[in-house]
Each structure stands twice: as structure tokens, then as C-alpha cells.
């Protein structure tokens, strides 16, 4: 067998496997490549990929001591459709929210809102009440599936909002009474009841709203990329061929050595971004994987798992790899059955890869960047390709995408030169909610601006270099600079305030701030913390805060120069206290952030 390239092992498979068949279609005045005989939905794969999964009977779903064949997680998703058309009158286009941790309820409700044609509208769990209130108004979802921590922050909102609130696992039977919050109804309690679990036969058309999931932007609040089914279908469909055409691309004697072994993912980010639900629980239905959860991410029961359950696949944020690596040592662990292991949501230090390579000899270490807005489908690098260019963000996933360098003025530029990354495919998002200025701006002619900056080579290798959004990407989770910033500004003793990355060795970056404090006032890194805990969840409290009482530096235009705020802060010397003096700047390290990946309930 010929080692190939990935273009031509994609030309290959596309023109003699008929699932990966091309063809066009027009979306929204667009014309885009599709797969031609993929699934018209998302419930349609569900059931079109079941002999994938032993015709149903191999396990699928494993949470702790709860195991799930594949049959019946879809007969109790269809439970749950039974209850949400029946008890809830919800219909296609109807917003069901899910706000809670990796719980196996989180995938059988959203199955069970996929089947029926309504939307899922994603909260990120880790939310405050008001972060909640905002995205449940945006949405106009009614009904909300949350577990017992949520609820807590969801019950104030219940009577004004007009929400039924559904309680998971600790929010079940009447909710958490050491959270404090009530659910009216009980998520077991709507499985004993459901009448039937036949499938759904309402009527789902490809272009479809499946899912709205919020992704910080450049503004305060964040934005809902509203997803349809034929965006979900087409980005899965895309890992998948990539998955299938990369033994193609190896050394045949490497490819034979291999033990074929059942496929198993481990999932260990949170079910609210793309990460979790598209490249681990949406293409384990294709690859006919066995799928297991971990609520809360711990190195020690990583190691457990994929020991336990033969885990041959994971995805995680970089942080999380690493700590993998380092856990596995420590235990004299080799992870043998480890087949994969991925990266998103921030870039690898690149020397990290060698290490994970070292670490892993088995398995092949790969990196990818993609957006919400594209449901999570972009650029990927993997094996050797990776370790020989640990920098780089990769090539395109073939074989419907398209790509484009472009300069502020919308001008493509040359190999080498940096612009911004702009990408084009049926996987793009339909729009922001209720923003079609936001839209317009991000969505021209079917090219998506990603607002991120990098260059491409004459091999089609893309290096990321830059960010144009004011985003923070703190262990995998994004952060607006603007949403810290108008938390901080609710503080009487501030008068203005910048928000910034600053580098950190685990996570990659955490939240800095640079405050001018009002005249004749004052307040420490603790106060100011726990002043912010009650408007922004807690990854998003700054670690480290430099007070001053100059003017905070400006640009040409008299607008905050964030870049240059960030510089001077970074290069000032560090004092041991939290108050400010009369000038200069001083560091301090916040108590806000702790939990991050790990924190919160």
C-alpha cells in the first residue's frame, strides 16, 4: 500500500466510499460542498449509525457505577422526548436548556431535544445568576434541566422568568437543600412516567437549528451561536473521514503492528462546549465508540479510567494532557490501550509535545483549533507531523472546507504573510442570536472571520501567531476582556479598568487587571474578589490586580489601550500588598479564578 498524503487520501476515499460521496448544495444563498449521502440530521445519525454499536447491545455511555448499552440510551432519550411533547408541550423550534455538570443526563436530555426538533441552549455551568438570567433571555428558553448546584443560582430566576426547572441526580426529588435550590419537577421522576420510547417521526430539514451555544466574544455579554443540523452533521463527518484516511498517510509496517482494539473516549471537558459535544460525544456515534464521563476532572481517576475502561481516545485542553503525562509517571502507568490524544480550546507549549510523544509512544499526540462557530470543525495536526512542527496549528480537515489568510480590508494574502484566519463550510454556524450586526460582521459570502491572526505556508501548514478578539484563554475556557471589565466597573472605588492575559505555566493564561482606583479611595485583591464572585463566575475573577491612581494609558483614539496596559503592568515590580499606592504600579495575586477546570460545584 502507497503512503499518501492526506489531500490524496481524502481524493481517494471521497470518489470510492459512497458515505463520504461530494456534492453541493445552496444554504442560505451560499453554495458549499456537502457530503452528499450523510444523514439529513442528527437524529437520523443516532439510528443510522446503531449497528456501529453491536446493533445496540455494546455498552456506550459509563458514569461511575451507571452503564448505558447503546439501545438503551436512546430508549431513554426517547423517555425523555415522550415526556418533553407530552408534559412540557415542547415542539421543533421550542429552547430547552441544560445548565450542569458532565452528568449522563445532560446527553440523554439533549438527545432527547434533538429528536423532537426543538433547540438545546447550553449554560455554562459555572454561570452566576446573572450570567443565567442573561442567557435564558437571549434564548427564551422556558424549561431547564439543571442539576443541584444550578439550581441554586437558577430558583430566583424561576417565578420572574416564568422557568420550569427540571432537577438532575443532586437537584432531583425537590432539589439540593444544601444548595438551596427547588426544582418542580425530577428528571427520574419524568423517566418512570414516560409512555412511550419509540422514536420521534416529527419532521427535522437539514438546515434546522439543533443547538445554541454561548461563546465569549468581544463584548461584554456572550454571544449564541445558534447551530444547525446539517453545521453538526457536516464537522462530524469531516472527523470522521479524517479518522478513517489517517492510517493512509502512515508507514503500512506501523499501521499492521497496531492492535485493533474497540474504540473508547474518555471525556474530561465540560459538555457545554464544542470540545465535549462534537469531537467526543457526536463523532463517538459514527465511530461506534464507547463514551466515559468524568463529572469533574482529577489526574488520579483519569489514569483509573482509561486503565479500567481500555480508553483509546482523549481530548483535552493542554493543561489537562500534561497533567495526564505527569500522573501517569508518578504511577508508572503506561497507558497502553491510549490511542489518541488531543488538544483544544488553547494552543500546546510546544515543548510539550515531544514530551507527550516520549511519554506516549503508543498513542498519537494531535492538536486542532476550531470555534464554536464552526462546530468545532478547523485545522488539525497530528503524529509525527505535530512533533515535527509542535508550533503549528495544522491543515485544514478535508474535504468541504475552504481557507483563507485575509487582511483587515477583506484582501486575501500571500503564503507567509499574517492575516486573519477566515473559513468557509457547511459546518459554519447560522448566526449570532439576536445579533445580525455580530453576524454580518463575522459572516460575509459564507466565510467565516474567525478574529483570529496567523499565516500559512506553502504546504498548508497554518501557525497562529495572534488574537484580534480580546479573548483570554484560561485553561481551555474563553474569557472576554470586556465582561471582566464591566464587573469591575460596578466596584464604587473603581474608577476604570483594563482586563489582560497574563501568562501562567499550568493553565496557559489567567485573568490580570489593571485598576485606577476613584480618588480618595481604595480597595485590596480580596475585597475586590469577593465584590466580583456575585456578578462573574469565578474562573473569570482576575489572579492578579494592579492598582494605581494615573489614568490608565490610551490610544490615538482615546480609547483604553489594553496592549500597552498589559505591558506595563507585566514589566512593574510586584508588591506583597493589595493597596494602592499614591503612584506607579503595583501586582498582587487575587484569590479570584480558583477552580477554573476543577473549581466550582
Known amino acids: 500500500m502507497t503512503v499518501m498524503t492526506m ?6 476515499t471521497t470518489s470510492t466510499d459512497p458515505r463520504f460521496e461530494l456534492d ?20 437520523e445519525m443516532f439510528l443510522l449509525h446503531r449497528p456501529a454499536h453491536g446493533d445496540g447491545k455494546d455498552d456506550y455511555l459509563v458514569y461511575e457505577d451507571d452503564r448505558w448499552t447503546y439501545d438503551e440510551f436512546l430508549n431513554d432519550a426517547n423517555r425523555i422526548s415522550d415526556a418533553l411533547t407530552r408534559q412540557f408541550n415542547i415542539g421543533p423550534g421550542d429552547r430547552v436548556a441544560l445548565a450542569m455538570r458532565n452528568y449522563p443526563e445532560l446527553l440523554l436530555t439533549l438527545v432527547a431535544t434533538i429528536n423532537i426538533g426543538a433547540v438545546a441552549v447550553f449554560l455554562n455551568a459555572w454561570w452566576t445568576s446573572e450570567e443565567l438570567d442573561y442567557a435564558l433571555e437571549d434564548s427564551g428558553a422556558k424549561l431547564v434541566f439543571a442539576d443541584g448546584a444550578r439550581l441554586q443560582r437558577l430558583t430566583p430566576l424561576a417565578e420572574p422568568r416564568g422557568l420550569k426547572i ?34 420521534p417521526t416529527i419532521k427535522i430539514d437539514p438546515e434546522d437549528d439543533f443547538a445554541i451555544m454561548y461563546s465569549s466574544g468581544t463584548t461584554g455579554h456572550p454571544k449564541g451561536v445558534v447551530l444547525t443540523h446539517r453545521g453538526a452533521v457536516s464537522a462530524i463527518y469531516c472527523w470522521w473521514i479524517t479518522q478513517l484516511i489517517i492510517p493512509m498517510t502512515l508507514d503500512p509496517e506501523v499501521v499492521a503492528a497496531r492492535p485493533v482494539r474497540p474504540q473508547a473516549g474518555l471525556v474530561v471537558t465540560p459538555l457545554f462546549h464544542v470540545t465535549a459535544t462534537h469531537s467526543m460525544f457526536l463523532l463517538s456515534i459514527p465511530m461506534g465508540a464507547k463514551l466515559v464521563l468524568m463529572y469533574k476532572w482529577d489526574t488520579a481517576d483519569a489514569v483509573r479510567l482509561i486503565e479500567q475502561e ?14 495526564l503525562m505527569e500522573e501517569a509517571k508518578r504511577q508508572n502507568a503506561e497507558l497502553p490501550t491510549l490511542e489518541f490524544l488531543g488538544s ?23 492538536t486542532g483549533w476550531g470555534m464554536t462557530e464552526t462546530n468545532a470543525i478547523g485545522i488539525g495536526l497530528v503524529g509525527e507531523d505535530y512533533v515535527a512542527r509542535p508550533g503549528s496549528a495544522g491543515k485544514l480537515f478535508p474535504p468541504i472546507q475552504a481557507l483563507k489568510i485575509l487582511d483587515d480590508e477583506g484582501v486575501e494574502v500571500p503564503n507567509g504573510e499574517v492575516g486573519e484566519i477566515t473559513v468557509k463550510s457547511a459546518a459554519n454556524m447560522r448566526c449570532y442570536l439576536n445579533k445580525p450586526q455580530a453576524t454580518a460582521e463575522v459572516l460575509q459570502d459564507g466565510w467565516l472571520r474567525s478574529g483570529d491572526l496567523g499565516w500559512v505556508d506553502d504546504e498548508g501548514f497554518v501557525t497562529i501567531v495572534d488574537r484580534k478578539k480580546n479573548i483570554i484563554i484560561r485553561g481551555g475556557e474563553n474569557i472576554a476582556c470586556l465582561d471582566v471589565e464591566a464587573a469591575l466597573h460596578r466596584h464604587p472605588a473603581v474608577l476604570e479598568a483594563g482586563a489582560f492575559a497574563v501568562p501562567h505555566q499550568r493553565l496557559g493564561e489567567v485573568v490580570g487587571a489593571g ?8 480597595v485590596n485583591a480580596s475585597a475586590l474578589s469577593e465584590f466580583l464572585a456575585s456578578h462573574i463566575a469565578a474562573y473569570k475573577i482576575p489572579e492578579h490586580y494592579w492598582f494605581q491612581c494615573d489614568d490608565l494609558p490610551r490610544g490615538a483614539t482615546d480609547k483604553l489601550d489594553r496592549r500597552a496596559l ?6 512593574s515590580e510586584k508588591s506583597d500588598s493589595g493597596e494602592s499606592g499614591e503612584s506607579g504600579i503595583g501586582s498582587v495575586g487575587g484569590v479570584g479564578g480558583v477552580g477554573g477546570e476543577r473549581g466550582g460545584a
Open 7 to 12: 489531500q490524496q487520501a481524502a481524493d481517494h
Open 166 to 199: 427540571v432537577g438532575v441526580r443532586d437537584g432531583d426529588s425537590g432539589g439540593n437543600a444544601n444548595a438551596g435550590g427547588t426544582a418542580e419537577f425530577s428528571f427520574s421522576s419524568l423517566l418512570e412516567q414516560a409512555q412511550s420510547t419509540s422514536n
Open 515 to 522: 485598576i485606577q482606583l476613584r480618588p480618595d479611595q481604595d
Open 310 to 323: 481500555e480508553v483509546t481516545r482523549m481530548v483535552g485542553v493542554p493543561t489537562q494532557t500534561a497533567e
Open 24 to 43: 453541493h448544495a445552496t444554504i442560505r444563498g451560499v453554495e458549499y460542498p456537502i457530503f452528499k449521502n450523510a444523514p439529513v440530521n442528527l437524529r
Open 344 to 366: 483544544g480550546g488553547a494552543k500546546r507549549p510546544p515543548n510539550q509535545v515531544g514530551e507527550l510523544h516520549d511519554a506516549f509512544p503508543k498513542a498519537s499526540i494531535s
Open 566 to 571: 498589559r505591558q506595563q503592568c507585566l514589566t
